[in-house]
């Protein structure tokens, strides 16, 4: 309401607001002689909402991004005016926070892609077109198999396999992202429990799924969660879930609070991509985790590239005194595995063990010994100084 009363202020009295859902309002301006009229009354309205809302004594930002289309002899259609807005605003979008386009005919067939596989991703879990892959997570030393990451596909019925690459940002920005996490914990935990049952070498295995942004500060979570672990019947304490340190911090003093919330429930927490988010020392020392995973690109650098190295061996010690277990990502040389193992880095989990596997393939795995030491005789040793 407050959003809408400041877009108002914006405009003629001659000219129409409008909500069309969510968080999306159209603005029709008419008698528009040029293109910078419109552009005047966007960057009105994106100065309007840059200033901080009040909302029970605290201060609430947000970020707009506007789409421009002027009719014209191709757009006289009302319906085709507005999806033109509709793409001019999301190249806005891919442009960047509080920012405006006109519509491009240029660009129309790369955005039209974009909604058609937005619209395809939201049928993806009725339609079953979803899989999950589990990566595993060895120790170190052994080769044993101590954990597995699941990851999930898309099996676009066009496209074929997809990576999550393709379509997670498109779910993230769409809201897609909270019902495809769901199906992600809950199918996660109904696979890797069956197995345990079935396997009892397997009983010890901890299960690893990432938490989007948009999930982990989603109110339902905790309730959520705590229904899947009740119905699935799995164990709390073989799950481990992993958000990026980007995501912790975009809200320190909340992210505790989330945090400790799933800690009663009696699930291992993890930061992600360790190393990337800058974070602030004193708040990891007040986050209760249990684990740090490395970030690949600083793993895939430490035999190459001293700063690289010294920053790996550094986490590594820090997580050691603070009692936390290390997990490295991106492992694919055995160069890099004699590095980690020489500082101790327990953990591990990439190429060089076992790429992504389909569930099938995992149980195989599991039945043969669970363990996937690369075949050489040895890794090379490392004086560490």
Same mark, same amino acid.
């Given at each position: ?123 993806? /879990? =009725? ?9 595993? *997570? %060895?120790? #170190? ?5 101590? !954990? &597995? ?94 958000? /990026? =340190? ?9 992210? *505790? %609070?989330? #945090? ?5 429930? !009696? &699930? ?107 075949? %050489? ?9």
């Amino acid at each position: 309401r407050l959003a809408a009363q400041r877009i108002q202020a914006c405009v003629r009295p001659s000219d129409t607001v409008a909500r069309l859902g969510g968080d999306e309002f159209t603005v029709l301006l008419d008698d528009v002689s040029h293109a910078s009229v419109a552009t005047a009354v966007a960057e009105r309205i994106i100065d309007a909402l840059a200033s901080p809302f009040t909302i029970k004594g605290a201060e609430v930002f947000t970020g707009t991004s506007i789409g421009i289309a002027m009719s014209s002899d191709q757009l006289r259609d009302p319906h085709a005016l507005l999806q033109a807005a509709d793409i001019a605003m999301y190249q806005a979008k891919s442009s960047g926070r509080s920012r405006y386009a006109l519509f491009d005919p240029a660009l129309s067939v790369e955005v039209q892609q974009r909604l058609e596989l937005e619209t395809a991703l939201r049928h993806a /879990t =009725e339609r079953d077109e979803l899989r999950l892959h589990y990566q595993p *997570i %060895v120790d #170190l030393q052994s080769g044993a198999i101590v !954990g &597995v990451e699941a990851l999930v596909r898309w099996r676009h019925p066009e496209h074929g396999l997809l990576s999550p690459a393709t379509f997670v940002p498109v779910a993230e920005e769409s809201g897609a992202i909270l019902e495809i996490g769901r199906w992600v914990l809950r199918r996660a935990c109904e696979d890797v429990g069956r197995w345990q049952r079935k396997h009892p070498d397997a009983a010890a295995l901890v299960l690893c799924v990432n938490l989007s942004a948009r999930q982990f500060q989603s109110p339902g979570l905790v309730d959520e969660l705590s229904q899947i672990l009740r119905e699935t019947g799995f164990a709390a304490d073989r799950l481990k879930l992993e958000i /990026t =340190e980007s995501v912790a911090m975009h809200d320190a003093e909340t992210t *505790i %609070v989330t #945090l400790h919330a799933l800690r009663e429930l !009696g &699930v291992q927490l993890a930061i992600d991509d360790f190393g990337t988010g800058y974070s602030s020392l004193a708040y990891l020392r007040r986050f209760p985790i249990n684990t740090v995973k490395i970030d690949r690109s600083f793993v895939s650098n430490v035999t190459s590239d001293p700063n690289d190295a010294a920053i790996t061996a550094a986490i590594i010690a820090m997580a050691q005194r603070l009692h936390l277990r290390v997990v490295a990502e991106g492992i694919e040389m055995r160069e890099q595995w004699a590095f980690l193992r020489a500082h101790q880095c327990l953990e591990g989990q990439g190429y060089l063990f076992s790429p992504p596997l389909a569930a099938d393939d995992l149980v195989a795995l599991l039945e043969q010994g669970g363990c996937i030491v690369p075949h %050489v005789a040895r890794a090379p040793d490392l004086t560490v100084a």
